[in-house]
């Protein structure tokens, strides 16, 4: 076996998202798991030494963030309102997502396997909150950063991203939205 899995984590940066979408500038997975990382270690912390509350590991989330596209390798990035266009959709492409995933964890030695199982799969359930919560974060910073640029066609994802951001009700992320998203509209000189 050649074990092909690393190679192909390097060809995350040639996936592109927001395919339905006219970008300003466009933005790779390898990019968006960078920035979800970022964002699920900051998550976690702030959960955890400023509210206080009980929480996983920042590390494991920063981590589980980095590999929770990699199935996007092989399926290429479905845009969101294709993927969750119905519950018949959002299943078979669930399953997809499971499937190019188990053959991404085939490309493996089998020694290295079980340590990356969860990580690809998806299927820790102390992190994937944070993680699902940094993911909605980056689209939503990727909004912000468009309309910025004075790209009104992702205004409509502001709105629902924003919206989603809400629903989740989580003290980490309202903590963050409150205190740490203003600056992401900010240009340079205003940082």
Request: aromatic share 8%; net charge negative; hydrophobic share 40%.
């Amino acid at each position: 076996m050649a074990n092909e899995f690393f190679a192909l984590m390097g060809r995350m940066r040639y996936i592109t998202r927001w395919g339905l979408m006219r970008n300003t500038f466009s933005e790779n997975i390898s990019e968006h798991s960078h920035q979800v990382a970022v964002l699920a270690h900051a998550l976690a912390l702030i959960r955890r030494e400023i509210l206080g509350l009980p929480g996983p590991d920042p590390d494991r989330c920063a981590v589980a963030a980095l590999y929770h596209d990699a199935s996007e390798i092989l399926t290429g990035d479905l845009p969101t309102p294709i993927k969750y266009y119905n519950p018949d959709i959002k299943d078979a492409y669930k399953q997809v997502e499971r499937i190019a995933g188990e053959r991404l964890l085939d490309m493996l030695p089998p020694q290295l396997r079980d340590s990356y199982t969860h990580l690809v799969l998806e299927d820790d359930e102390t992190v994937n909150p944070i993680v699902k919560a940094a993911d909605k974060l980056s689209a939503h910073i990727k909004c912000l950063e468009e309309q910025k640029a004075g790209n009104t066609e992702f205004d409509s994802a502001a709105r629902q991203t924003w919206e989603a951001m809400k629903a989740m009700a989580l003290p980490e992320l309202n903590w963050f939205l409150d205190n740490c998203l203003t600056p992401f509209t900010f240009n340079l000189d205003q940082l």
